[in-house]
């Protein structure tokens, strides 16, 4: 029997050692311990020796029995641990990883211009409106106090689509002024309007595009005066271009739909052929404006004695322009990817007042 314990020792013992799965470990036990294992065999034949030989017979039996039991615990464990290692290596997570692969869609500066400009106005009360991009010569020309044979009409060498002859030709708008109109006709005042917009001129250098964007905004209320438009735009800039003490001046203009008009100018330097915003001694115009024309809130049946407002217009690509640093107006439109991916900014990043309105 003696032979019988060293030889299940020796075999059992080795295999246990050298498992390599628990599922291993566990025929090894039944083979061993198991009901009809091999030392629990042995352990049934104690009964047919001799009392003094029994006892020692079991010492020797039950000592194996321990060691056997320890031992596979003891493999257990180390199994269980060193599978804990293989999964963790396994399955490990690099935390410095983006979150989800880079999109590789960019949204075009104009767009982005125009989420950046709808933020800060929008922050101020404003409302979004819009109008159709064929317009008709009394919302783009007559109702803002530009009558037929004006001068201002020349400046703005109009597209005129084919007409059937009887009624006038209808028009793609020269700016999106004529939303004033349209908002001023629909809508009592108090009003509080932008309106991001394409623009067609016939025009084509590298600053003028046939096609291009304009954003105009109207505020019309009984109080409303010069203050009103200064506090408004100044604080846009400011917002807009990111610089707190953006030194801004208005200088005395002329549009036929306000009165007084003014042009808004920035600051900035050119020193060393550099364009830079802010302090420097140089100016850029931004803008046009003005309080709205007494007769333009006329002819939109609204009573100048009560109400009073102001208006401005400015276009989106020269903004685009001045505060990413874009050099040429006719890369917007050529949908060249490699621009887009310079110049362009990512989809999940939305301008906002608190988020911020570029990174
Ligand atoms: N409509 C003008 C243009 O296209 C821009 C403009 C100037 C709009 C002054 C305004 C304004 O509302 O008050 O050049």
């Not at 208005?250 to 302090?279: H, Q, V």
């Not at 276009?315 to 001045?322: P, S, V, Y």
Request: net charge negative; aromatic share 8%; with cysteine.
């Amino acid at each position: 029997m003696l032979d019988e314990v060293e030889k299940i020792r020796r075999v059992i013992g080795g295999a246990i050692a050298a498992a390599a799965a628990q599922a291993d470990l566990e025929a090894l036990r039944v083979d061993a311990l198991g009901r009809k294992g091999r030392l629990t065999e042995l352990m049934k034949g104690l009964g047919r020796l001799p009392p003094e030989q029994r006892r020692q017979a079991g010492a020797t039996l039950n000592a194996l029995k321990d060691e056997l039991t320890a031992a596979i615990e003891a493999r257990a464990k180390a199994l269980a641990a060193s599978e804990l290692t293989r999964r963790l290596d396994a399955e490990r997570v690099d935390v410095t990883l983006p979150v989800r692969p880079q999109p590789e869609g960019r949204i075009h500066p104009i767009s982005q211009t125009i989420d950046e400009m709808v933020a800060i106005f929008g922050e101020m009360g404003f409302k979004v409106a819009e109008g159709p991009d064929i317009e008709d010569d009394f919302h783009n020309f007559t109702a803002l106090n530009i009558p037929p044979e004006h001068p201002a009409r020349q400046s703005h060498d109009t597209f005129y689509l084919a007409g059937d002859g009887a009624a006038a030709p209808k028009l793609l708008r020269t700016h999106t002024s004529p939303v004033q109109i349209r908002t001023m006709k629909a809508e009592k005042p108090p009003i509080r309007i932008i309106v991001p917009g394409r623009t067609y001129r016939v025009d084509y250098d590298a600053t003028h595009s046939p096609n291009f964007h304009q954003v105009e905004g109207l505020v019309v209320d009984t109080t409303t005066h010069m203050g009103h438009l200064k506090g408004c735009l100044v604080e846009f800039v400011r917002a807009f271009f990111d610089v707190a003490d953006l030194p801004v001046r208005f200088r005395p203009s002329y549009f036929p739909f306000t009165e007084p008009s003014a042009e808004m100018d920035i600051g900035c330097s050119r020193a060393g052929g550099e364009l830079k915003l802010g302090a420097g001694g140089d100016w850029l115009e931004i803008l046009g404006c003005g309080m709205v024309h007494p007769k333009v809130l006329a002819n939109c049946g609204i009573d100048p004695a009560e109400y009073q407002g102001f208006a401005f217009g400015m276009g989106i690509e020269r903004a685009a322009m001045l505060k990413y640093g874009i050099p040429d107006l006719r890369t917007f439109y050529e949908a060249d990817l490699r621009w887009l991916k310079h110049y362009g900014f990512l989809p999940l990043e939305m301008p906002s007042m608190v988020g911020g309105l570029a990174r």
